[in-house]
């Protein structure tokens, strides 16, 4: 009788932080006519996987061919789209992770990697189709097995290409997402927010992105948006003729009721008292 008997290092340096990494999502998804190619942003990495056909990966700059067995890296933040060969339409498995700040390779353009992973590809499907197979029946400890599963593929992209990744501390982490959604509030605050729209943005939950904006900027994300909508409620109430209903629905209120309440409380007066000052001051200015 003969054994082999191997012993663990337990002094082994782990490639991967596992107390950074987290899978957010899974997704499957197959080229059909309802395809929307527009540029778009992600607050975490994107790693595709390619199961079938052919297309292109595109950024702001580059559009770099891709094919079956392809393993594509897109940096959080990183403008890019999909788009598909008609003749051969695109089909992918893609993983949303946090934690990744940078990947970095031979093939890496523009925040975006591209990896020929022909020598493994067996072996990263198995995995990917056994993480999704977890997800899908949720049994105890699903989410644990999908993280250890989401770690091995890395480790195989890892040997089997010449690609490192960067891994976020969670306070850096945390002070990115609160940026993305402050610009976010700023560019969108006319239109319907709400708290789980926002913390669906930076794929967080809203009680964790409530702590994380407030200790980030001394008030919350709801706070902030109607602080923005005051804000230019001010323009509009000194320096237009809109009715209080016309500037309600313009800045996303809800009722006019709502938005006089909102005002009061953040200015310390009625919108028609701010609106009556700025006449009487300008009254004063014109000397009449």
């Given at each position: 009788?003969?054994?082999?008997?191997?012993?663990?290092?337990?002094?082994?340096?782990?490639?991967?932080?596992?107390?950074?990494?987290?899978?957010?999502?899974?997704?499957?998804?197959?080229?059909?006519?309802?395809?929307?190619?527009?540029?778009?942003?992600?607050?975490?990495?994107?790693?595709?996987?390619?199961?079938?056909?052919?297309?292109?990966?595109?950024?702001?700059?580059?559009?770099?061919?891709?094919?079956?067995?392809?393993?594509?890296?897109?940096?959080?933040?990183?403008?890019?789209?999909?788009?598909?060969?008609?003749?051969?339409?695109?089909?992918?498995?893609?993983?949303?992770?946090?934690?990744?700040?940078?990947?970095?390779?031979?093939?890496?353009?523009?925040?975006?990697?591209?990896?020929?992973?022909?020598?493994?590809?067996?072996?990263?499907?198995?995995?990917?189709?056994s993480l999704l197979k977890e997800i899908e029946q949720k049994q105890p400890g699903y989410n644990t097995v999908c993280q250890d599963l989401l770690e091995v593929v890395l480790l195989l992209l890892m040997r089997h290409s010449r690609f490192t990744v960067t891994f976020v501390?969670?306070?850096?982490?945390?002070?990115?997402?609160?940026?993305?959604?402050?610009?976010?509030?700023?560019?969108?605050?006319?239109?319907?927010?709400?708290?789980?729209?926002?913390?669906?943005?930076?794929?967080?939950?809203?009680?964790?992105?409530?702590?994380?904006?407030?200790?980030?900027?001394?008030?919350?994300?709801?706070?902030?948006?109607?602080?923005?909508?005051?804000?230019?409620?001010?323009?509009?109430?000194?320096?237009?003729?809109?009715?209080?209903?016309?500037?309600?629905?313009?800045?996303?209120?809800?009722?006019?009721?709502?938005?006089?309440?909102?005002?009061?409380?953040?200015?310390?007066?009625?919108?028609?008292?701010?609106?009556?000052?700025?006449?009487?001051?300008?009254?004063?200015?014109?000397?009449?």
């Open positions: 009788m003969s054994t082999s008997r191997y012993v663990l290092d337990p002094l082994a340096v782990n490639p991967i932080d596992r107390s950074v990494t987290k899978l957010l999502y899974v997704s499957i998804a197959r080229y059909s006519a309802e395809w929307n190619s527009m540029l778009h942003t992600h607050p975490c990495a994107e790693v595709f996987f390619v199961t079938g056909g052919s297309g292109f990966l595109r950024t702001n700059e580059l559009s770099m061919p891709i094919g079956t067995n392809d393993v594509i890296i897109v940096n959080p933040n990183t403008e890019h789209t999909e788009v598909s060969s008609e003749a051969h339409p695109l089909e992918y498995i893609v993983m949303g992770v946090d934690g990744i700040e940078s990947i970095s390779s031979d093939d890496t353009e523009g925040g975006c990697s591209i990896i020929h992973s022909q020598s493994v590809s067996e072996q990263i499907l198995f995995y990917l189709r501390p969670a306070a850096r982490k945390s002070s990115r997402e609160c940026a993305i959604v402050r610009r976010h509030i700023e560019n969108h605050f006319k239109e319907s927010l709400t708290l789980d729209d926002l913390a669906a943005l930076v794929h967080v939950s809203k009680y964790y992105l409530v702590h994380a904006f407030s200790r980030e900027y001394g008030t919350s994300p709801i706070n902030y948006l109607l602080s923005c909508r005051i804000r230019e409620s001010l323009y509009l109430l000194s320096e237009t003729r809109m009715s209080l209903s016309q500037i309600s629905g313009t800045l996303g209120f809800s009722s006019p009721s709502y938005f006089s309440q909102s005002f009061r409380r953040i200015q310390g007066l009625s919108p028609m008292q701010y609106r009556n000052q700025c006449r009487r001051g300008e009254d004063l200015k014109n000397g009449n």
